[in-house]
């Protein structure tokens, strides 16, 4: 097998590593997320998403440069063309992805394909892998894990407009996203016109993010999806049986109560861990005759540790919608939201991990925009 052939980058010249030594700040966050990631091993892994490997046709883009592309699009919520804007206009950002000055960056239409090729291959695979590859580095390199894993679901808006895709079903032409459901978002408690409460279901149509974050790390460890409809509670044991396999150190699982289901109180019994899944008020009301097994589970310290630190992953969610556009899908259909998905956890853990072990905010700390 030969060497694969890459586009020049230019990253050796004048205009790569010896100007970018005099004026990328030693402190920038992407300095440091240089330094912390070994983005090498992801090479091979990576070309396998290029057909014939890069050994015939015309040379592509370098794997690694153009995943460092695709987070920097999720790390600053950028569009494909603002990122290749970005990329060309912003010296920290060529010398992250190692593209010398005076060369141009990949264009929107290239940093689409490189991400489609991501989930083509294998589904889900490629994302998936680089998301555990990041746990177990950061394992590596001295994170510490707690004993407390969190489990709950996002939804994320698909990128439709309802009305119109409502027009073409009634016309009978196929919706434009068919992966896409209605599902409920949660409760609101209004008055009427008399001053009654009641109760309304607010719903969005779209994906759900379920997702397993472990409480004193920060970090998203395992991550499932499904159409909005789905029920949140069938996705907890997929979640922490992939958790135990990359070896976290978990006693304690904790979730609302969308989870507190009969299979899932078994499973974590199964595997010998604590509950902390909040109860639903029916478990302890007097008519329930198992009423006392519930009230024993509520009296335990785990289960209140756990209900302590649920809130962290709703911080976690916030974050993903506000600053990194999980909020709405970018693009159709659910192997494109996979993608996003796992690129935007994948973003946020780097930087989770940055600030763990070089104690470098990006959000606080990130100098200025050098320009080129």
Same mark, same amino acid.
């Given at each position: 097998?030969?060497?694969?052939?890459?586009?020049?980058?230019?990253?050796?010249?004048?205009? %790569?590593?010896?100007?970018?030594?005099?004026?990328?700040?030693?402190?920038?966050?992407?300095?440091?997320?240089? @330094?912390?990631?070994?983005? !090498?091993?992801?090479?091979?892994?990576?070309?396998?998403?290029?057909?014939?490997?890069?050994?015939?046709?015309?040379?592509?883009?370098?794997?690694?440069?153009?995943?460092?592309?695709?987070?920097?699009? #999720?790390?600053?919520?950028?569009?494909?063309?603002?990122?290749?804007?970005?990329?060309?206009?912003?010296?920290?950002?060529?010398?992250?992805?190692?593209?010398?000055?005076?060369?141009?960056?990949?264009?929107?239409?290239?940093?689409?394909?490189?991400?489609? !090729?991501?989930?083509?291959?294998?589904?889900?695979?490629?994302?998936?892998?680089?998301?555990?590859?990041?746990?177990?580095?950061?394992?590596?390199?001295?994170?510490?894990?707690?004993?407390?894993?969190?489990?709950?679901?996002?939804?994320?808006?698909?990128?439709?407009?309802?009305?119109?895709?409502?027009?073409?079903?009634?016309?009978?032409?196929? $919706?434009?996203?068919?992966?896409?459901?209605?599902?409920?978002k949660h409760k609101h408690t209004i008055r009427d016109e008399e %001053?009654?409460?009641?109760?309304?279901?607010?719903?969005?149509? %779209?994906?759900?993010? #379920?997702?397993?974050?472990?409480?004193?790390?920060?970090?998203?460890?395992?991550?499932?999806?499904?159409? %909005?409809?789905?029920?949140?509670?069938?996705?907890?044991?997929?979640?922490?049986?992939?958790?135990?396999?990359?070896?976290?150190?978990?006693?304690?699982?904790?979730?609302?109560?969308?989870?507190?289901?009969?299979?899932?109180?078994?499973?974590?019994?199964? #595997?010998?861990?604590?509950?902390?899944?909040?109860?639903?008020?029916? $478990?302890? @009301?007097?008519?329930?005759?198992? !009423?006392?097994?519930?009230?024993?589970?509520? $009296?335990?310290?785990?289960?209140?540790?756990?209900?302590?630190?649920?809130?962290?992953?709703?911080?976690?969610?916030?974050?993903?919608?506000?600053?990194?556009?999980?909020?709405?899908? $970018?693009?159709?259909?659910?192997?494109?939201?996979?993608?996003?998905?796992?690129?935007?956890?994948?973003?946020?853990?780097?930087?989770?991990?940055?600030?763990?072990?070089?104690?470098?905010?990006?959000? #606080?700390?990130?100098?200025?925009?050098?320009?080129?």
């Amino acid at each position: 097998m030969g060497q694969p052939r890459y586009r020049d980058t230019g990253e050796n010249s004048f205009y %790569g590593g010896y100007l970018y030594d005099q004026i990328v700040p030693k402190g920038h966050f992407l300095r440091q997320l240089e @330094a912390v990631i070994p983005w !090498r091993e992801y090479a091979a892994h990576l070309l396998k998403c290029y057909k014939g490997a890069g050994e015939y046709g015309r040379p592509p883009w370098e794997p690694v440069l153009m995943l460092k592309v695709l987070l920097l699009a #999720h790390l600053y919520h950028l569009s494909r063309r603002d990122t290749e804007a970005y990329v060309n206009e912003n010296i920290p950002a060529k010398w992250f992805i190692g593209l010398a000055v005076d060369k141009p960056a990949p264009d929107y239409s290239t940093i689409a394909d490189f991400q489609s !090729r991501l989930v083509r291959n294998r589904k889900e695979e490629a994302c998936k892998k680089l998301l555990d590859d990041l746990i177990i580095l950061a394992k590596g390199k001295g994170v510490v894990f707690g004993s407390i894993q969190i489990v709950d679901s996002v939804h994320v808006i698909a990128n439709v407009n309802t009305q119109k895709d409502d027009h073409r079903d009634k016309e009978g032409e196929p $919706r434009r996203d068919p992966s896409a459901q209605w599902g409920a978002k949660h409760k609101h408690t209004i008055r009427d016109e008399e %001053g009654k409460e009641k109760k309304i279901t607010e719903y969005f149509f %779209g994906y759900k993010q #379920h997702t397993s974050m472990n409480a004193e790390s920060g970090l998203i460890t395992s991550l499932t999806h499904t159409s %909005g409809k789905a029920y949140d509670g069938h996705q907890l044991p997929r979640l922490i049986e992939h958790d135990l396999s990359l070896g976290l150190p978990i006693s304690i699982v904790t979730a609302d109560r969308g989870y507190d289901d009969g299979n899932n109180h078994y499973f974590l019994e199964l #595997h010998k861990l604590h509950s902390a899944i909040r109860l639903n008020d029916i $478990r302890t @009301a007097p008519t329930n005759r198992h !009423r006392d097994i519930w009230l024993d589970l509520k $009296r335990t310290p785990q289960y209140r540790d756990g209900l302590n630190e649920r809130g962290r992953i709703e911080a976690k969610f916030g974050e993903a919608k506000t600053r990194h556009g999980l909020r709405r899908c $970018r693009d159709i259909g659910m192997l494109a939201f996979q993608a996003q998905s796992y690129l935007t956890a994948i973003a946020m853990n780097m930087k989770r991990i940055v600030l763990l072990l070089t104690g470098t905010n990006f959000g #606080h700390s990130l100098p200025a925009p050098v320009k080129a």
